[in-house]
């Protein structure tokens, strides 16, 4: 049982360049997020998704987009990277417990720069 | 609009001493509150969490944190902290039911000095 796993966990992209960033997780969790981590903002939340085929916007949805095309899978993608997209990125997922939802759990992060 | 608060960026304490973290939330009706570390390099990871019931709960690594309605609390405690405990602590709510997004504090870093 590996949890939530996010790949890869370092990157270095240009201005301009695209790329995205996959999120696994198998514990058939029904809700997964992404986020994003930076000094001194705490965690914001991007997108997030609350089962297969569905997203919707977070905080701070501007530049991404993502996809859920199937339920242990939550991808992130950047079209046209830009320096302020440099941040540490975690995906997280939760189950619902009698038709409620619970703790999130983490990926390791992915740590983003574009330079 | 809903919030957590950690009211202190940063603590420094000594190994051995005790440790209270503060978050304060504003909900209208009591929500689910989560204590959350995270290690440098790495992921979140749950403390704890209260949900209902006994408002003392305790958690891993020898934590445990008190619910306050009065106060709107959920501080985090530790009688004796472990240089191992060094890390950023993050307290989170989400409103009860089908609510689906956490809301986070900006975090508490957490020094401990030998």
């Known amino acids: 049982n590996a949890g939530v796993t996010q790949t890869p966990k370092f990157r270095v992209l240009k201005t301009g360049q695209s790329m995205t960033l996959l999120c696994a997780q198998d514990?058939?969790?029904?809700?997964m997020y992404w986020y994003r981590q930076d000094p001194g903002m705490g965690l914001r939340l991007i997108h997030y998704s609350v089962g297969e085929g569905t997203t919707a916007k977070g905080e701070v949805p501007d530049g991404y987009n993502v996809s859920r095309l199937k339920k242990q899978n939550f991808l992130l993608g950047l079209e046209s990277a830009a320096p302020s997209q440099t941040s540490v990125y975690f995906c997280a997922s939760s189950y619902r417990d009698r038709g409620m939802n619970t703790e999130a759990f983490f990926g390791q992060g992915t740590r983003l720069t574009v330079v | 609009a809903q919030s957590v608060t950690q009211p202190d960026i940063h603590i420094t304490v000594s190994e051995g001493a005790s440790l209270e973290l503060r978050c304060n939330y504003s909900?209208?009706?009591?929500?689910?509150l989560f204590w959350y570390v995270q290690s440098p390099g790495q992921g979140l990871q749950l403390l704890l969490k209260?949900?209902?019931?006994d408002t003392l709960v305790q958690g891993i690594k020898g934590f445990e944190a008190e619910f306050k309605r009065s106060q709107s609390s959920f501080n985090l405690r530790k009688p004796s902290v472990h240089w191992s405990d060094a890390a950023e602590y993050f307290c989170a709510a989400l409103r009860g039911g089908n609510n689906r997004k956490l809301i986070w504090g900006l975090g508490t870093s957490l020094a401990v000095n030998p």
């Open positions: 209260y949900f209902s019931g």
């Open positions: 514990m058939n969790h029904e809700y």
């Open positions: 909900y209208g009706a009591t929500p689910y």
